[in-house]
């Protein structure tokens, strides 16, 4: 496989599929020491089955087990932490990893139990779980799906599961955007194996799940995520951690050099449909460093209101994240607003929680 290379393959049949495209990829002849200790990297940002449209099938990352294992690799583990707000455990079980990881014999690490160390990163101070330091080739199983911040996530910005919570919330007072793409440099991506089988396209939690049934694979995370801005329809200046990345040498943007390969032919056919969601309510919130979690429970409670014909009846701005810490306004969400009027508390609130407060604070308004 090439790495200019993006391989696709369609169907039903995930775990099947995964290993027909491993064995097209000669994964084995990029990992030459049979010893070395290989991390599988999935999407487990919630508790939430894959079918969802947020987290990555295990019928996927069963399929990289069974291939790695018969070709006789055994020092394998997986490795993930959910987003903040939600526990690695809880994904661990209701995903179905527990029952996987117990079948197959392979460990997880919980990246949220784990320990951290700092790591210069191109001159940026991060810091990486510990399990970073036993990785001697990471694969990762990102989904490919929208994103309420950065529009799209897909290989560079699953790599987030591998720092600490703190560090997550840092990483939102930083832009978000320099930290992904500065962590390149700290956690490099060996092998990509996108689940673009269901991904949600607006939301990262998922909840509108679009079908495409298929997997992808790469060596070029920057490539790859280029090509997942096309298939949702952004230009890759819209995701700037993509280009960041680029410029600190993590792999090419340029998907004009890039051969796209299909072993069977898309039954689908459609491209994804081009309506945002996310876009269309936007523009009803001021947000300043928030974390993926408060935003993404935020943004779907807005969609709510926006289809009910209420988001419009919103006189001032909703005000979310750590940016309004310590300051004053009119209608907040998640604790860092607790010094608004109106502050619909949580760290984070759930989406249900802010489509009624704010269902409420409407009301009181009229």
Not at 121 to 135: F, P, Q, S
Not at 185 to 190: E, G, P, T, V
Not at 212 to 240: E, G
């Amino acid at each position: 496989m090439k790495q200019n290379e993006i391989v696709k393959i369609y169907g039903t049949e995930y775990q099947k599929m995964t290993e027909q495209l491993l064995a097209y990829a000669r994964l084995e002849e990029r990992i030459k020491d049979k010893d070395t200790c290989i991390a599988i990297k999935p999407n487990l940002v919630t508790p939430t089955p894959a079918e969802y449209g947020a987290t990555t099938h295990p019928q996927v990352v069963e399929g990289v087990l069974r291939y790695l294992l018969e070709k006789g690799y055994r020092n394998i583990l997986i490795a993930e932490g959910s987003w903040v707000g939600d526990r690695t455990a809880e994904a661990y079980e209701y995903c179905g990893y527990r029952e996987l990881c117990e079948r197959y014999g392979v460990p997880f690490v919980d990246t949220q139990k784990d320990g951290s160390h700092e790591t210069d990163c191109a001159g940026m101070r991060l810091r990486v779980c510990d399990v970073a330091d036993k990785i001697g080739f990471l694969i990762n199983v990102p989904v490919l799906k929208g994103h309420c911040q950065t529009r799209v996530t897909c290989a560079l910005k699953n790599m987030k599961g591998l720092i600490p919570n703190s560090e997550k919330r840092r990483f939102h007072t930083m832009g978000l955007h320099a930290p992904i793409a500065h962590l390149t440099q700290a956690l490099r991506q060996d092998f990509i194996l996108v689940d673009h089988i269901c991904g949600d396209l607006d939301f990262e939690e998922g909840g509108h799940p679009v079908v495409r049934n298929c997997l992808m694979a790469a060596v070029d995370p920057v490539l790859i995520d280029s090509y997942a801005c096309r298939l949702l329809h952004y230009d890759t200046a819209d995701v700037p951690y993509i280009g960041m990345a680029e410029q600190l040498g993590a792999g090419s943007a340029d998907l004009a050099a890039a051969k796209i390969t299909e072993l069977n032919e898309d039954p689908l056919g459609a491209q994804l449909p081009t309506e945002h969601r996310i876009l269309k309510v936007a523009y009803a919130v001021d947000e300043v460093d928030s974390c993926s979690a408060c935003y993404g429970n935020l943004a779907p409670a807005l969609c709510r209101l926006e289809e009910e014909g209420l988001l419009a009846g919103f006189r001032e701005k909703i005000a979310i994240g750590q940016g309004y810490r310590g300051r004053t306004g009119e209608i907040g969400v998640g604790n860092c607003t607790k010094g608004y009027r109106h502050c619909i508390a949580g760290c984070p609130p759930e989406e249900e929680e802010i489509y009624q407060g704010l269902k409420a604070y409407l009301k009181k308004e009229d």
